[in-house]
């Protein structure tokens, strides 16, 4: 299973976009890559996943390399309700999720 | 949809007595259920994977006559803590799979167990 590395920390003012990065660069050819986050004392909370293209959906946008060694996830208009933890996975056919220390967005008024 | 949610959301006992959390799939069908361990500032840990019908398989280091598993239906997923301690005060997250295929779990809100 791939490793992730992500930044421990972040902080981006409210309405601008947030850029968060992650780098895999042990990933292999059939692993996704998916972007969850967790706000204090709930679970973790699906937002995008990708294999080898770039992805939209209403959350966030999701941009992988060409070399699927890092990606972004970009929340386009980030607000104070953004404020969490971001977790990045590699995801490999075992299936399992292995959480790394992800990254704690602060969105700031 | 793909809403999964888990029973009790908060629990204190006393050492020594065992507890059962509960995790559903409430608009899906799960043949894979997932149970997960947070302590606090820390990330989480995956303990042990639970298929329908069959013994769950549980990670490196984690006790399984400890936390007991069953997963009798395709929604229903229960973890049993027995014998609790203080040092089993955490925080427990479930997860579900679609039996339809697919590999994103959807995650329950999560049940803070507090041992005295």
């Not at chain 2, 608009?27 to 149970?35: G, L």
């Amino acid at each position: 299973d791939a490793k992730t590395t992500q930044p421990p920390s972040m902080d981006c003012a409210e309405g601008r976009a947030a850029n968060l990065p992650c780098n895999h660069s042990t990933i292999s050819g059939n692993e996704y890559v998916y972007w969850y986050r967790q706000i204090h004392s709930q679970g973790p909370q699906y937002i995008i996943h990708g294999l080898k293209n770039n992805e939209t959906n209403e959350m966030a946008s999701l941009i992988i390399t060409e070399d699927r060694k890092s990606s972004t996830l970009i929340l386009p208009h980030a607000t104070l309700r953004d404020t969490a933890v971001y977790y990045c996975i590699a995801l490999s056919g075992t299936y399992k999720y292995i959480f790394g220390t992800g990254t704690r967005l602060k969105v700031l008024a | 949809g793909a809403v999964v949610s888990q029973h009790p959301s908060r629990v204190i006992c006393k050492s020594g007595t065992s507890v059962k959390i509960e995790c559903r799939s409430l608009d899906f069908q799960a043949t894979t259920m997932f149970w997960y361990r947070q302590f606090p500032k820390q990330s989480l840990m995956l303990m042990a994977t639970s298929n329908e019908g069959s013994k769950a398989t549980y990670e490196q280091g984690v006790e399984k006559d400890k936390f007991l598993i069953n997963h009798a239906s395709l929604t229903l997923s229960t973890l049993t803590v027995t014998s609790a301690h203080p040092e089993d005060s955490s925080f427990y997250i479930c997860s579900a799979r679609f039996s339809q295929g697919g590999k994103t779990q959807y995650f329950g809100p999560g049940t803070r167990l507090l041992v005295l």
